[in-house]
């Protein structure tokens, strides 16, 4: 069977094939079996942080491909970060949901700490890459949710999960088993954007 292809509008040379869901597998598994297979760490629908990781990613390709082919990359990436902040950002409360369904509405309503700590990346390479103060203005709001809901302040590190008031919840894990995302959150603004922060530490180019 052959790929489907994916391709920004004018078929530009860059784009890449992508398998469908059977080929990842080798079989389609059954509605049933795959429906056995949701949970709290698999929810139904699409994660929005996901959608602001891949914006991230694609202005990173531009920065370490420069030239015509990857001329694409910056508006696509502009596409998911405009996407999540349409349907997953609670703008009366602030904080994403954590997936949404396929006509954009939401599926889990639960705050995850990652996904603001992705938004947060996606809106500093995406201002960068731009020049737009609109993602200077999502930057600090995703900021200033931060500070105020999900940042442990008593207990040190960030809530992992939060309900939809705000308040810390353990639904999907216990306590506050992943330290990187928070912590590359406070790194994005200070390192160069065509590193990976691994690579920026171990050359010593983040600012302080």
Request: glycine share 10%; with cysteine; net charge positive.
């Amino acid at each position: 069977m052959p790929l489907r292809r994916t391709c920004p509008a004018g078929g530009e040379p860059a784009c890449l094939p992508v398998a469908k869901p059977a080929q990842l597998s080798g079989t389609a598994r059954p509605r049933r079996a795959r429906r056995a297979t949701w949970g709290p760490q698999t929810p139904r629908g699409s994660l929005v942080g996901h959608w602001l990781e891949w914006a991230r990613l694609l202005v990173m390709v531009r920065a370490q491909t420069p030239g015509v082919q990857a001329a694409w990359t910056t508006e696509a990436a502009q596409q998911p970060f405009a996407r999540a902040v349409a349907e997953g950002w609670d703008a009366e409360r602030g904080g994403f949901v954590y997936s949404v369904d396929f006509a954009g509405k939401p599926v889990n309503r639960q705050r995850m700490h990652w996904t603001i700590a992705e938004a947060v990346g996606a809106a500093v390479f995406l201002y960068r890459a731009t020049g737009d103060a609109t993602y200077e203005s999502w930057y600090r709001s995703f900021w200033d949710y931060a500070a105020r809901d999900v940042l442990d302040r008593a207990g040190g590190s960030w809530w992992h999960e939060l309900d939809t008031h705000g308040h810390p919840t353990t639904t999907t894990w216990d306590g506050k088993p992943d330290l990187y995302h928070a912590f590359q959150a406070t790194l994005y603004a200070r390192a160069p954007q065509h590193l990976g922060l691994g690579e920026a530490a171990r050359q010593g180019v983040i600012a302080c």
